[in-house]
């Protein structure tokens, strides 16, 4: 199975600034997905990226997936405290959507 | 709609003792996955079932142990609960004709003293 680096482990940020968390692959990524996590909560699917160069929004969330399907990047743009929790990247480990090994996560706290 | 719903919410059990945890998957959905996430933690794959049966398995020893219905339901149980065994359950239910949407339930709290 692949391991799946995130970086940084934390972060606090003043609301209305941008923010990015990065997701590093050891292998190849054959699709990625991000979701966010309220503490101690389940997890919210954000989004899902396949194809390298791709690109998604969600209202003021952005993920891209390099050209090489290692490293994808989630853009927070003017964050809230609405964006505070626990931002988890997961590959698919069998290329089937089966089996997703998932980051250790990046806690964001936004301060208001 | 229903979504993913997992029952009990929290649990504490003692070492040595049996648990078992409830996923009820959202509906049209087939699949259920279970995963361990220890606290500070990704979440880590433990099985998945489809049909019945036990499809994909992770790094787990033969402690944990699952179940699907006909229903979809699921049960995860795990014996011998050691110390470790500590960690909010997850399950994610999906659908076998498009795998990559997985949905996850709120999760189940496990303490073992």
């Known amino acids: 199975s692949q391991e799946l680096e995130q970086s940084p482990q934390s972060l606090i940020v003043q609301e209305g600034k941008n923010l990015t968390i990065n997701c590093t692959s050891s292998?190849?990524?054959?699709?990625l997905y991000w979701y966010k996590q309220k503490y101690g909560e389940g997890l919210i699917f954000l989004m899902m990226?396949?194809?390298?160069?791709e690109e998604k929004s969600h209202e003021k969330i952005t993920a891209k997936l390099d050209e090489k399907k290692q490293q994808s990047s989630l853009h927070i743009t003017a964050s809230q405290p609405s964006h505070a929790g626990i931002y988890l990247c997961?590959?698919?480990?069998?290329?089937?959507?089966?089996?997703?090994?998932f980051g250790g996560g990046t806690r964001l706290m936004v301060k208001p | 709609d229903a979504g993913v719903t997992q029952s009990p919410t929290h649990l504490i059990k003692t070492r040595g003792q049996q648990v078992t945890l409830r996923c009820s998957p959202k509906?049209?959905?087939?699949?259920v996955s279970w995963y361990q996430q220890a606290l500070g933690q990704g979440p880590q794959f433990i099985f998945q079932?489809?049909?019945?049966?036990?499809?994909q398995r992770g790094n787990f020893p033969d402690r944990f142990s699952g179940h699907q219905f006909p229903n979809y339901s699921s049960e995860l149980n795990v014996n011998a609960l050691l110390l470790g065994d500590s960690a909010l359950y997850l399950c994610?239910?999906?659908?076998?004709?498009?795998?990559?949407?997985?949905?996850f339930g709120p999760g189940t709290r496990l303490t073992v003293t």
């Open positions: 994610a239910s999906s659908f076998s004709l498009r795998p990559y949407e997985q949905y």
């Open positions: 997961g590959a698919d480990d069998d290329n089937a959507g089966n089996m997703l090994t």
């Open positions: 079932y489809y049909e019945e049966e036990e499809r």
């Open positions: 990226l396949q194809k390298g160069g």
């Open positions: 509906s049209g959905h087939d699949t």
């Open positions: 292998k190849t990524l054959y699709g």
